[in-house]
Nanobody, 120 residues
């Protein structure tokens, strides 16, 4: 079993900052990708940022220059530093990870989501 647990969401004013964290735990052999998605009310879930194979990083155009994704391999943790937040960043943010289990089975896992609300 693998679990992803996110923390760090909350309420913030425009221009403010938040840092999200996501810890993966369970029967993990390796993690080949970790990232963040978000879903605003009435909209589809969209990619925010992702780290693939530890070095390949991609961001949504809407967050480039404002958000930074990073990963601590020793802690099986991925972070999302969000600066210069805008009201349009309001959404539920989900952690996602591509994980190889101890039986060398691959799986795609999701966290439960954490709410980020940017209000003025």
């Amino acid at each position: 079993q693998v679990q992803l647990v996110e923390t760090g969401g909350g309420l913030v004013q425009p221009g403010g900052s938040l840092r999200l964290s996501c810890v993966a735990s369970g029967t993990i052999f390796s993690i080949y990708a970790m990232g963040w998605y978000r879903q605003a009310p009435g909209k589809q879930r969209e990619l925010v940022a992702i780290i693939i194979s530890g070095t390949n990083i991609n961001y949504a155009d809407s967050v480039k220059g404002r958000f930074t994704i990073s990963r601590d391999n020793a802690k099986n943790t991925v972070y999302l530093q969000m600066n210069s937040l805008k009201p349009e960043d309001t959404a539920v943010y989900y952690c996602n990870a591509g994980i190889v289990g101890l039986g060398l089975n691959e799986g795609d896992y999701w966290g439960q989501g954490t709410q980020v609300t940017v209000f003025s």
